[in-house]
């Protein structure tokens, strides 16, 4: 199994970034995906999560508002839409799959003027 998140980079703040996770090695359609973060010094936190079909997502009150998540079965790839981006939202976002604990490598995400 492979996950590899891309799409990270350096924004100023109000800016916007697409992330993308390209998953291989398993049923991805049979796969909830969700977008964790890891502040220095803080723990991983969940950011947002969407399931199998695409049919529910749910959002840190932290995002709400601002990150998008989304899927493509077809291409099996999980996005974060992230606009409005705050210094706070400075992180390593990782992406994961479930069942199965899969995590990504990540990739880092700086919001600073």
Sequence with gaps: V??????GGLVQPGGSLSLSCAASGLVFSRCHMSW?????????ELVAV?????GSTNYADSVKGRFTI????AKNTVYLQMNSLKPEDTAVYYCKAQ?????????????SS
């Design 50 to 54: 969407i399931i199998s079909d695409g």
């Design 2 to 7: 492979q996950l590899v998140e891309s799409g």
């Design 99 to 111: 069942p199965g604990n899969y995590w990504g490598q990540g990739t880092q995400v700086t919001v």
């Design 70 to 73: 989304s899927r493509d079965n």
């Design 36 to 44: 964790h973060r890891q502040a220095p010094g803080k723990e991983r």
